[in-house]
């Protein structure tokens, strides 16, 4: 199990990893380089959380503007548990909270399989600037806390190039 969330802000890294680590109650991050780019990480029940800069050219289009990635990854892979519907339900509920609790605007890529291609699109996310927290759900007046504010289209993934 794997995803990535992009991140659009003009914080720093480590800033930006310890607002991270704050909202979701992480054990200290350690920082390193990796072919000369730096990153954080931190382990904690079995997952890495990998938070890196991204060179704009490894970027997928729809993301350009998104300088970071929040990248979960499950350190247990031998298993025989199918951990794609957890990875569904979990990527857009992180980003909605790094969204809200960090005020930053967040990226997710949503895939469906169409034969035997798969097609991605990203869904964009930001704090809601009108939300009220004293207005409850159902009220008059109630706003989500995280909007989405948009969706790119449906494209083909193509295979990596060899």
Request: glycine share 4%; net charge negative; aromatic share 12%.
């Amino acid at each position: 199990m794997s995803f990535q969330i992009c991140i659009k802000t003009a914080k720093s890294l480590r800033q930006l990893a310890s607002e991270i680590r704050d909202v979701l109650s992480l054990p200290p991050f350690t920082e390193s380089v990796f072919d000369g780019a730096p990153y954080c990480q931190f382990e904690v029940l079995g997952m890495l959380i990998l938070l890196h800069e991204t060179e704009k050219e490894e970027r997928d289009p729809e993301v350009s503007d998104f300088p970071y990635a929040f990248d979960l990854q499950a350190a247990f892979m031998e298993h025989d548990l199918n951990t794609d519907p957890m990875e569904e339900l979990l990527q857009p509920y992180y980003a909605q909270l790094l969204s809200f609790h960090l005020n930053v605007e967040t990226a997710y890529r949503e895939k469906k399989q169409i034969g035997q291609h798969w097609q991605v699109r990203y869904c964009y996310l930001q704090k809601n600037p009108q939300w009220d927290g004293s207005v409850l759900f159902g009220e008059a007046g109630w706003e989500p806390a995280v909007r989405r504010t948009a969706v790119s289209p449906w494209r083909t993934m193509l295979p990596p190039a060899r």
